[in-house]
């Protein structure tokens, strides 16, 4: 019998051990070990119920867009302020970075791009440069990819993004529900301004100077103080209404790192460090929810792998069912109506699981991601 402090002692009524009533799913045995599916039961929880009525808006890096392509699907009231005009055909609607998140803007995958537009729409924030050169065309350095051409001027490029700006600023204030997926950690930032750009320069346009672009790997700290600092910002302009955030993390790798790390080790701290700051955020805040799409994807005790053969993009398969785990959880509608345009056989045949062969999805392979092409400077094996 053990006696002293925190220990039984004799003579006295034990307590009950407080592992002893937790359901199966607190333990490994029964919650992963012995679990018939890639997604667990319970696997998530949520916090609170999305309604087809909440006004929802989307934004993250590239694995966001399959959330925003199913809740559409879903019947969910999805904004998009910025609408595709409509003599633009629908094939390209994408390459112009039309209807892939609720505004214009591009992949947001740090949370330091989204403070940054939160204070533009705001607080009146103005950044050091908006236009970067290619070939005689200009291009908005925050939003390098939705001018696959560019403009023809650094005004217009001024033009339009002050239009954007006024549309992010009418969706902040009208969304309920703010859907935002965390993407890296690793950004290039202005070395005077501070302005965080979702491409390093010279990718898609612009120059690379050492001198005025400097490499920024973001802490866990600043990820955190970011989030919390978009929220004010939003909450302030609200007048204090009420909205709800449900943080994501991707599952997509990193396609380059300007880290002094090994790619897969940049990787798992990126990942690491986003996964934290969402739990942390979680836990603190009853309008903050997490969705473990990143767990489902990359745990690899699942009963299959759900990347591609270049083992960073996520297979139809993995799509379909992270999907399905958040539509199951957020309807009372059976999974293949909610899902849409999503191929029944893409759906689980047995519980939270999905077919060895599911066909790929309508505009997957479309995904507008400007990391990869960072993977143009890979080369060959040295």
Known sequence: MLSGEGGFKSGRSM?????????????WKHGVATASSSA???LYCAKWKIEKSDRIATAGSCFAQHISRHLKQGGFSLLDVEPPPIPLPVERHHAYGYSLY??????????????????????????????WTKRGAFYDCFRPGVEPVGLSSPLEVADHRRYHIERVRDLF????????TLGLTECWINSSGGEAYPTVPGSIAGTFDPDR?????????????????FREIIDAARGGRPFRILLTVSPVPLTATASDQHVLQATIYSKSVLRAVAGQLQSEFDEIDYYPSYE????????????ESNKRTV????????????????TTLRPSATLGAAPASALAT??????EHSPREAGESDLKCEEYLLEQWAGETR
Do not use: C
């Open 213 to 229: 672009y400097v490499f920024k790997n973001l802490t866990f700290g600043e990820i955190y103080k970011d989030i919390l600092r």
């Open 315 to 330: 297979s139809s398969q993995g799509v379909a069912l992270a999907m399905k785990t958040f539509m199951d959880e957020h």
């Open 15 to 27: 307590s009950r051990n407080p592992y002893e009533d937790l359901p199966p799913d607190r333990f």
């Open 173 to 180: 204030l009208s969304m309920d529900i703010f859907i935002f």
């Open 350 to 355: 047995r519980s939270g699981d999905v077919p």
């Open 102 to 131: 609720s505004a214009r803007y591009g992949n947001i995958y740090t949370s330091r791009q989204l403070l940054q537009i939160a204070r533009e729409a705001f607080e009146g924030f103005t950044p050091s440069e908006v236009a």
């Open 296 to 307: 489902i994807i990359t745990h690899p005790w699942a009963t299959r792998d759900f990347f």
């Open 40 to 42: 667990p039961p319970n």
